[in-house]
Structures are given as C-alpha cells and as structure tokens.
T-cell receptor
Framework: SQQGEEDPQALSIQEGENATMNCSYKTSINNLQWYRQNSGRGLVHLIL?????REKHSGRLRVTLDTSKKSSSLLITASRAADTASYFC????????????FGKGTKLTVNP | DTEVTQTPKHLVMGMTNKKSLKCEQHMGHRAMYWYKQKAKKPPELMFV???????INESVPSRFSPECPNSSLLNLHLHALQPEDSALYLC????????????FGPGTRLLVL
C-alpha cells in the first residue's frame, strides 16, 4: 500500500508552541501534499512539495521531504487556536495508478 | 473564484430512496473527484473524471453512480444505499491531473437509515 502514515495520531500543544507532524510512505512518489481539515468540513490544501525538492515554506508552515527515508514533516510555528484541525499528507505513486492516497492524519489541538 | 460548492450539506435517506449529490466548480478545472470519508478516517477516492470522462472507478458498488454533465458539474446518484454508506462525501477538482493541488468542497454529510 502506498498510504502515508502520519505520526503522532494526536498532538496537543499550547498556543505559541511549534507543532511537528510526520508522514511516512512506501513507494516512490511524484509529489507529496499536506492538507488541513477542520472538523467535519472539506480539506484545504496547504502545500505541495515535489520529489526533487527538500524543503518548502509557506507562511508559518515548513515542509521537508526526505525521499531516501520516504518521509516528510510538517512544522507549524507559533501555533494558534485556529490551527486546531486534522492534518493529512497525500501522495501519488510514481508510475503507479493515477490517484492521490491520503494518510491516516494527525489530530492537532492547540489550547489557548 | 477558487471555490467548490456541494449540495446538499446534509442528507438523510432511506435504503429505498434515490437521491443525488451535486458538485460545481468554476475554476476551469478539467479533473473532478468524489471521495468518501468515514469518521476519523482519511478520504478514500471513489471516482475520477478527467475531461468529463470517467477515468477511475475504485471498485465502488453500483448503487453509487457518478455523472459529469459538463466540465463544471459533477453528480453522484445514490440508490438503494446501505447504512454503512453513511459518511461525508467530498467533491474535489484540480487543473487537469490528479497529482496536482486538489480543491475540496465542504462535503455532504449523508445518513442512511
């Protein structure tokens, strides 16, 4: 299975702290994406990192990709209560079926 | 406009009912998707339409029938569903390839009684 596995499954931090979530996957990929989902709502795209990239930033988000370890991390700096959500990584298999497969997700709670 | 809209937001139906979920985007995207998401699980791909043609059916039961009337609209017709089909149904779109950024609608929360 190509499915990404995020860890931790759940993370609870205080406002202002940094949050780090990790994603591991099994096959070679073209891209890896991170999405956020507020409770019971649609997913929002956060960032896409290509297989030839190692790091990418977007505002308070920093994503790294290590293709040798088949892993990625998402760092949210200076977290806010509004960052409370589930975070999913999603991968597409290089040369594989044309679909995006989502990991199991990390539930982040930021306490005010 | 970077919005994907879905109607209805909530739907309750009996196992003998026929209903349809609707999805619309006006971003000029040529790939559209249906996902099913159970509580505390990741979204699972059901169908992919590329340039208005069905390109992927993830072995979804025939009681789910997708339709793409034009490049902006995507429907999911439901018939004779089972209680285990209760879930959040998400529509998404991307420029033209599944590996690209996908834009999701807010979903339809379906309850089958």
């Amino acid at each position: 299975s190509q499915q990404g596995e995020e860890d931790p499954q759940a993370l609870s931090i205080q406002e202002g702290e940094n949050a780090t979530m990790n994603c591991s996957y099994k096959t070679s990929i073209n891209n890896l994406q991170w999405y956020r989902q507020n409770s019971g709502r649609g997913l929002v795209h956060l960032i896409l990192i290509r297989s030839n990239e190692r790091e990418k930033h977007s505002g308070r988000l920093r994503v790294t990709l290590d293709t040798s370890k088949k892993s990625s991390s998402l760092l949210i700096t200076a977290s806010r209560a509004a960052d409370t959500a589930s975070y999913f990584c999603a991968t597409d298999a290089k040369g594989g079926s044309e679909k995006l497969v989502f990991g199991k997700g990390t539930k982040l709670t930021v306490n005010p | 406009d970077t919005e994907v809209t879905q109607t209805p937001k909530h739907l309750v139906m009996g196992m003998t009912n026929k209903k349809s979920l609707k999805c619309e985007q006006h971003m000029g995207h040529r790939a559209m998707y249906w996902y099913k998401q159970k509580a505390k699980k990741p979204p699972e791909l059901m169908f992919v339409y590329s340039y208005e043609k069905l390109s992927i059916n993830e072995s979804v039961p025939s009681r789910f029938s997708p339709e793409c009337p034009n490049s902006s609209l995507l429907n999911l017709h439901l018939h004779a569903l089972q209680p285990e089909d209760s879930a959040l149904y998400l529509c998404a779109s991307s420029q033209d390839r599944i590996q690209e950024t996908q834009y999701f609608g807010p979903g339809t929360r379906l309850l089958v009684l």
